[in-house]
């Protein structure tokens, strides 16, 4: 005897295959709306790409009027700008700082962006890029870095707040420490080497037929030698005798 929706009858395999078609139909439903997010974000990316460029155009063209309609028009405005004393909190600050901007400058041009990154909060309200563009009006093509915070405000983005540097060259933290290792553990052809204790310390001087070089702050340890006569320097696993 088969019992009636047990595995095996006919309900019992009829209930089986609507299970399995609704478990298909809810993966293909779970893939699809994954695509749509997904181009939905990527739209929501574009528009935020759109905007900074508008916002770079009309700054381009001394445009303050166009710029400010891109500012937020809630009251937890920020900028900062490249200086220490360009920090804004207000739309008329900020309006303020981009007509002085103007004064040093008859005509810039921006290359375009590049490095951009830009993340789209979940709730598609919030939006943040960071990016660097050349400016090609000037012979050096200085670069600017920007950091743009953006909210969705009646259904278009406006920027909330945001943040700008100039890019330097040459002068990074590595750069900076190797310049200073070279300078002081450089030997060059032709010096003379001698070295004299100060308050525990080992002060080294080198000294060349043009002018003396100087380098100072190595640290070492001092030994007293058996004859008395000189003190023995350990530096870098070598010893180095100095009379006194």
């Given at each position: 005897?088969?019992?009636?929706?047990?595995?095996?009858?006919?309900?019992?395999?009829?209930?089986?295959?609507?299970?399995?078609?609704?478990?298909?139909?809810?993966?293909?439903?779970?893939?699809?709306?994954?695509?749509?997010?997904?181009?939905?974000?990527?739209?929501?990316?574009?528009?935020?790409?759109?905007?900074?460029?508008?916002?770079?155009?009309?700054?381009?063209?001394?445009?303050?009027?166009?710029?400010?309609?891109?500012?937020?028009?809630?009251?937890?405005?920020?900028?900062?700008?490249?200086?220490?004393?360009?920090?804004?909190r207000s739309?008329?600050?900020?309006?303020?700082?981009?007509?002085?901007?103007?004064?040093?400058?008859?005509?810039?041009?921006?290359?375009?962006?590049?490095?951009?990154?830009?993340?789209?909060?979940?709730?598609?309200?919030?939006?943040?890029?960071?990016?660097?563009?050349?400016?090609?009006?000037?012979?050096?093509?200085?670069?600017?870095?920007?950091?743009?915070?953006?909210?969705?405000?009646?259904?278009?983005?406006?920027?909330?707040?945001?943040?700008?540097?100039?890019?330097?060259?040459?002068?990074?933290?590595?750069?900076i420490v190797?310049?200073?290792?070279?300078?002081?553990?450089?030997?060059?052809?032709?010096?003379?080497?001698?070295?004299t204790w100060?308050?525990?310390?080992?002060?080294?001087?080198?000294?060349?037929?043009?002018?003396?070089?100087?380098?100072?702050?190595?640290?070492?340890?001092?030994?007293?030698?058996?004859?008395?006569?000189?003190?023995?320097?350990?530096?870098?696993?070598?010893?180095?005798?100095?009379?006194?």
């Amino acid at each position: 005897m088969v019992v009636s929706g047990l595995p095996g009858s006919a309900a019992g395999r009829r209930s089986s295959a609507k299970e399995i078609l609704l478990f298909s139909a809810m993966v293909l439903l779970a893939c699809v709306m994954q695509r749509k997010s997904a181009k939905n974000i990527d739209r929501e990316k574009g528009e935020v790409a759109a905007t900074l460029v508008k916002f770079w155009q009309a700054y381009e063209r001394k445009n303050l009027a166009a710029m400010s309609g891109m500012l937020t028009a809630s009251s937890d405005f920020t900028f900062f700008g490249s200086d220490a004393a360009e920090a804004t909190r207000s739309r008329h600050d900020w309006e303020y700082l981009m007509q002085k901007d103007w004064q040093l400058f008859e005509t810039t041009k921006f290359g375009e962006p590049r490095n951009l990154a830009i993340q789209i909060s979940d709730d598609r309200k919030l939006a943040s890029a960071v990016c660097e563009v050349q400016d090609v009006s000037l012979i050096e093509g200085r670069i600017h870095r920007f950091a743009i915070t953006m909210r969705r405000e009646n259904g278009d983005w406006r920027i909330v707040q945001g943040m700008t540097a100039v890019v330097t060259v040459g002068e990074s933290s590595a750069e900076i420490v190797a310049r200073r290792k070279s300078r002081c553990r450089k030997t060059e052809p032709n010096h003379v080497f001698s070295y004299t204790w100060k308050r525990n310390r080992v002060v080294m001087v080198s000294v060349s037929k043009s002018s003396p070089v100087r380098c100072s702050g190595r640290v070492a340890t001092r030994k007293q030698s058996s004859d008395r006569s000189a003190r023995s320097i350990e530096e870098n696993g070598r010893q180095i005798i100095l009379k006194v």
